[in-house]
């Protein structure tokens, strides 16, 4: 999964709904619908920061709608 910033709030004044908004959020969203079934998918980013404890393989680069082409791992375990 990708991270970084987004915006986060309540809506509503008689039904409240809680929701959050950004282009982290976007990517997330994406990053699931292009990942394979029972596989945790991440980011470069997250990648990065996850390489000294776990151990991650290259899936290559996909297409992502309103984002273009990015780099994704496949978590494979602890080290």
Sequence with gaps: MPHGPLVAGVIGRDTFAF???GE???VAS???SH???GRIQ???VTAQ???P???LRMRGTLEIKGVGEMAVWL???RR
Aim: charged share 20%; proline share 4%.
């Design 49 to 51: 920061l996850l390489m």
């Design 30 to 32: 994406r990053m699931e």
């Design 53 to 55: 404890r776990y151990l």
């Design 35 to 37: 990942g394979l079934p």
């Design 19 to 21: 929701d959050v908004w």
């Design 42 to 44: 991440v980011s470069l």
């Design 75 to 77: 978590l494979e375990g």
């Design 24 to 26: 982290t959020v976007t």
